[in-house]
């Protein structure tokens, strides 16, 4: 099972980047998605999530109205559309994808079997 994450970047204050992730290897339909965060010496945090049909998302309360998660399943693809970022987006973001089939939305990183590499976000002036 493969997750490419990409899409991270340096950006300024008030920009807007598109993080996108394909899944190999596994199937994508059924399993829901999720988007974290993490900065060096720091736990691994929790941004967004997906269901497996796309029809239900859960932010964290810093990215709420800002960010948008969606899905693509024909794509194999789950993005994170990012809005009006901050300096405080500033980390690696990492997404992953749930080991249960249909199961439902969840906000630890101990509740997703599989994981990206990583992309770097850098929002700075």
């Known amino acids: 099972v493969q997750l490419q994450a990409s899409g991270g970047g340096l950006v300024q204050p008030g920009a807007s980047l598109r993080l996108s992730c394909v899944v190999s290897?596994?199937?994508?339909?059924?399993?829901?998605m999720g988007w974290f965060r993490q900065a060096p010496g720091k736990e691994r945090e929790f941004v967004a999530t997906i269901n497996w049909s796309g029809d239900s998302t859960y932010y964290t309360d810093p990215v709420k109205g800002r960010f948008t998660i969606s899905r693509d399943n024909a794509k194999k693809t789950v993005y994170l559309q990012m809005n009006s970022l901050k300096p405080d987006d500033t980390d690696v973001y990492y997404c992953?994808?749930?080991?249960?089939?249909?199961?439902?939305?969840?906000?630890?990183?101990?509740?997703?079997?599989?994981w990206g590499q990583g992309t770097l976000v850098t929002v700075s002036s």
């Open positions: 992953a994808q749930r080991g249960e089939h249909y199961s439902g939305l969840a906000t630890h990183p101990s509740d997703y079997a599989y």
């Open positions: 290897g596994r199937t994508f339909t059924s399993y829901p």
